[in-house]
């Protein structure tokens, strides 16, 4: 299988400002991002940035960036300007690896990606991780996604979904009802196959995706099919806060 890895970089982060290129165990965090998403045995592996300093940064360190619009609305939309601008054809697969997830499992860039190899039909892929307790259920910040039989994504929400009227809602602490396969925790990683994500991205903004504030609703209220790769445990978080760093840095030490 051939895939690329995509890393859209914000340098004009909001709540950690500059975060990218902050020190992660010696080298800045898009380094390290960089550096797992070449360890997944993608073909090619490719930083797009919103700002020059990301760009001079990344090849400072050998690596291949482009500077991308500074105006995307999503991590989504800058991927698909990097594609075009890299000429990639219209089939190929495409993951989508954010630029503040030094923490990413590259088997689980690799596995994401092999669901569009395995599945031809499929435009669209993603990952998740079962969720056992209640209270990453009900943390707004942990999105949550809801699997039809085929194994496709129904709902994304950032809401305790599917809601267990029986039993819901739980205290803090508490273990979820013993049902395996219903509770899932949505990982922000995405692949395409290039063709639908150029089409993704002339699509506007849905309302479902704006309420959310989740990207992938804005495929789904379009009627595209999900595959989700439900691994076996979850990466480490992704950096958004001060906290977030501090915890990232003492992986690697």
């Not at 800058?78 to 499992?105: K, S, W, Y």
């Not at 990606?113 to 209640?134: C, E, G, K, Y």
């Not at 129904?154 to 599917?162: D, V």
Request: charged residues 20%; aromatic residues 6%.
């Amino acid at each position: 299988m051939s895939f690329c890895v995509l890393i859209p970089a914000r340098l004009a982060s909001t709540r950690l400002p500059r975060k990218v290129l902050l020190d992660v165990g010696g080298i800045p965090m898009i380094e390290q991002v960089r550096r797992r998403a070449l360890e997944s045995g993608a073909a090619q592996v490719v930083v797009a940035a919103d700002h020059p300093e990301v760009v001079d940064c990344v090849r400072s360190y050998g690596g291949e960036a482009l500077l991308t619009a500074a105006g995307h609305v999503c991590g989504t939309e800058r991927v698909a300007e990097a594609a075009r601008l890299l000429g990639l054809a219209n089939d190929a697969i495409i993951v989508n690896l954010q630029g503040d997830e030094p923490g990413m499992t590259p088997a689980l860039l690799h596995a994401t990606a092999q669901l569009l190899q395995d599945h031809p039909q499929r435009q669209m892929a993603t990952a998740a991780v079962s969720i056992t307790h209640w209270d990453d259920l009900a943390d707004p910040h942990s999105v949550k996604l809801v699997l039809d039989a085929e194994g496709c994504a129904q709902y994304f929400s950032r809401a305790p979904i599917p809601w267990d009227r029986s039993h819901f809602p739980l205290s803090s602490g508490q273990t979820l009802p013993q049902t395996p396969g219903i509770w899932w925790r949505h990982l922000g990683l995405y692949a395409y196959r290039n063709a639908f994500l150029q089409d993704y991205a002339c699509w506007p903004a849905s309302p479902l995706e704006s309420i959310e504030s989740l990207e992938q609703m804005r495929a789904l209220e379009r009627g595209v099919q999900i595959a989700v790769y439900c691994a076996a445990e979850a990466p480490a978080a992704g950096v958004d806060t001060a906290a977030d760093l501090d915890r990232v840095r003492d992986l690697f030490p």
